[in-house]
């Protein structure tokens, strides 16, 4: 006996239909040099399909839960009282200073603030950026995150209507960090959100992406975020996924690092049912310097999926990586990080660790490190770890006082701030750290 | 305050306590001396309620109630502290908030305001001058890196801190120097009163010279061997063990 499942074809479910309909449409061919960017965006795509369990890059994600739910293609913000009000809510620490809010995945200049930006700063809409500062964006949009690379990024390129653009001019510091905060507020939408960040030579900004839900809609966001760092330049970035236990998220970061450039991303995810996130960086300088940190606290059912890349392919270029996850329930975090070190890349010092707290029996963790060196005179260290907290350690903290949930949580919490203590934007670090406190002791258990 | 009747206790299926009496009073010393392995920590692990050891016979009343059916830390709410021969370092959590934490269960044990972190500093600091502990120590991660030394006299302080009625102190005397041992010395016969007994094991006579204990016991093969007066520690540290020890133990050998 034969069963026919439907959605089972490679690029099952809603999306033939989102692609066919934004294929006709008037955004899909806006922006006359964009549109061959998209037609390889929809090609790719369409070749390739989304990832099957057998792909080496998703081996341990299904990405079932996007290819079978029917969602709709979000043509417009869902701009509401709720949203408003969660927009000047949702401050992760950034009080007051430069804010872009996306809505849906669309850039709401309403709910946006350009206070503190210097003079030079282009900071807004990717979309109005592509028109209007075309000589910007065209040389580097779909350079860095390439249709073609991952299935997701190819839906994005094809699909994408909006996002954050961000440029610094040569020489300009923008020393309040710039929050680009995202609330999807729409059931069953998919939004394909697509941010390009530009900092010319010795440049310097910070930049928090956050991702936050006012509701409990069901939403999946496939998100693609391109950074060119110059030469000199440093670009600070935190991204803190809080969403709520009804969201879907896929990411790519993809990131240029030019000689004596300056890289930092500290990923902290606590929400979103399903996270994915892509980071790449490319080291493409000398000296040019990457610092990834992570922190993950996952509970419940949730799955959190870092797939990481630094690529040394020029010499003398240091790389910290540092990947910390606590998980509870029936939670499953992925860790897989590859450093490649290509010929060139002589004198590199590229270290990588990924620690991860088991809370759970029936959690689980799978990770990964995966190095790989082509290069002779390099220092390159890796490290994994899975593990329980120490019992000798809660007996201690009970032998003083301190019931087994609190001595746990103190426990769990010193876990955490262990990576915390490296991010780089002291008002996120603080915030995070704030709301780990609460979540592990003051509530006096973890759930 | 403290009865121990005919205590049995294993560790991983191996009987290491077999039927030890001891009677504790509050405003004593009982110091507890033996050979290496004769039982000593697993006696003062048994009475702060580690999870490894199982009871398997004999009783232990504290205050008139069943010690060994409380939790560890309703055993230090009500007053029990061990000073642990191994301390234990936990990384990334500083030696004064996991004091606070501690102080504080205990104060809501006993009905008593939380004390803030100011006011909590404040007597930090004041108990560090008393024992001769650097300040540096209090805001580093718990027994994290300390030397062994540090460690022991970390013990003393946090027993300074909580002021129990009921301190069991395993050999927090090995690994001080002089000064330490003075200072740590110092510390507990500062805080020795009619409300509060002491339990003191150790190796070394010289302890019993600064603590003076009012009772000596000789623990062999998990068993009480002999009991004394300060005169007894004196006399072992002439003559040694083997003419006090279990049978048992003898035939070990
Ligand atoms: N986890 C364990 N597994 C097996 N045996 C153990 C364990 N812990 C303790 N023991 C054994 O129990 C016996 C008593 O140990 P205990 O630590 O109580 O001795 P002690 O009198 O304190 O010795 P010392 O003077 O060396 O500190 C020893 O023979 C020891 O090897
Ligand atoms: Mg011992």
Redesign the pocket.
């Known amino acids: 006996m034969t069963t026919a499942t439907a959605g089972t074809v490679a690029t099952g479910g809603c999306w033939p239909a989102h692609l066919e309909a934004f294929e006709k449409s008037a955004a899909f061919r806006r922006v006359p040099w964009a549109l061959d960017l998209r037609k390889t965006g929809l090609a790719s795509f369409r070749e390739s399909g989304f990832p099957t369990p057998s792909d080496e890059e998703w081996l341990y994600t299904s990405v079932e839960p996007i290819t079978s739910n029917a969602f709709r293609q979000s043509l417009a913000p869902n701009v509401d009282g709720l949203v408003a009000n969660h927009a000047a809510r949702f401050t992760f620490g950034l009080k007051g200073g430069p804010r872009l809010v996306l809505v849906d995945g669309f850039f709401s200049r309403e709910l946006s603030s350009f206070e503190g930006l210097p003079e030079g700063v282009i900071a807004g809409s990717l979309a109005e950026a592509m028109e209007s500062h075309s000589d910007l964006v065209e040389p580097r949009l779909g350079r860095l995150a390439r249709p073609g690379s991952t299935s997701f990024v190819s839906l994005n390129t094809a699909l994408f209507q909006d996002g954050a653009f961000l440029y610094v001019p040569p020489g300009r510091v923008v020393d309040a960090p710039i929050l680009v905060l995202h609330l999807s507020h729409a059931s069953y939408v998919a939004s394909h959100p697509r941010h390009l960040f530009v900092l010319g030579e010795g440049a310097q900004a910070s930049v928090v992406e956050a991702w936050a839900s006012p509701s409990c809609d069901l939403y999946f966001t496939n998100a693609v975020t391109e950074a060119d760092v110059a030469r000199g330049a440093a670009l600070r970035s935190a991204r803190i996924e809080a969403e709520s236990g009804n969201a879907f998220q896929i990411a790519s970061t993809q990131v240029r690092v030019a000689e004596g450039g300056f890289y930092q991303s500290d990923v902290a995810v606590t929400g979103a049912e399903f996270f994915r996130h892509d980071l790449g960086v490319r080291l493409e300088g000398e000296r040019a310097e990457a610092r990834l940190f992570g922190l993950s606290v996952a509970s419940g059912r949730q799955h959190v999926d870092h797939h990481t890349v630094i690529d040394h392919s020029k010499p003398n270029c240091p790389s910290r990586e540092y990947y910390k996850a606590i998980l509870t329930g029936r939670s499953r975090v992925v860790f897989n990080g590859k450093v490649f070190v290509r010929q060139d890349a002589q004198k590199t010092d590229a270290k990588q660790t990924n620690k991860n707290l088991l809370l759970s029996e029936d959690a689980r963790v799978d990770t990964k490190p995966q190095l790989e060196i082509f290069a002779d005179d390099v220092k390159c260290t890796h490290g994994a770890t899975v593990g329980q907290l120490d019992e000798d350690m809660v007996y201690y903290c009970r032998t003083r006082g301190l019931s087994p949930e609190v001595a746990r949580g103190i426990l769990t919490y010193a876990f955490a701030r262990d990576a915390l203590q490296h991010f780089a934007i002291p008002a996120v670090r603080e915030h995070i750290d704030q709301s780990l406190y609460q979540r592990l002791l003051d509530a006096g258990r973890f759930a | 305050m403290l009865e121990v009747k005919d205590l049995q206790a294993a560790?991983?299926k191996?009987p290491?306590l077999k039927g030890l009496s001891l009677s504790v009073k509050a405003g004593e010393v009982h110091a507890i001396m033996?050979?290496?392995?004769?039982?000593?920590?697993?006696?003062?692990?048994v009475l702060a309620g580690h999870p490894?050891y199982e009871v398997t016979g004999g009783t232990v009343t504290y205050e008139g109630k069943d010690l060994l059916a409380m939790s560890p830390e309703d055993r230090a709410k009500d007053g029990i502290f061990l000073a642990f021969?191994y301390p234990v370092e936990i990384p990334g959590v500083s030696n004064s908030y996991f004091l606070r934490a501690g102080y504080n269960e205990i104060r809501r044990h006993r009905g008593e305001p939380e004390v803030d972190v100011m006011d909590f500093n404040k007597l930090l600091k004041e108990k560090s001058k008393v024992l001769h502990i650097d300040e540096s120590l209090l805001n580093r991660p718990v027994n994290e890196g300390f030397s062994g030394g540090e460690k022991k006299r970390n013990e003393i302080f946090q027993l300074a801190v909580l002021e129990p009625k009921l301190a069991i102190l395993?050999?927090t005397d090995s690994g001080l120097d002089i000064d330490a041992l003075r200072a740590v010395s110092d510390g507990v016969n500062r805080l020795r009163s009619k409300d509060r007994a002491f339990i003191v094991?150790t190796?070394y006579q010289r302890l019993l010279n600064y603590i003076v204990p009012d009772f000596v016991h000789v623990?062999s093969a998990g068993r009480i061997v002999k009991s004394g007066g300060k005169e007894l520690a004196l006399e072992l540290e002439k003559r040694g063990y083997d003419w006090v020890k279990a049978p048992e133990a003898a035939e070990a050998r």
């Open positions: 560790v991983a191996k290491i033996g050979p290496n392995g004769s039982g000593k920590s697993t006696l003062a692990q490894s021969q395993d050999e094991v190796h623990l």
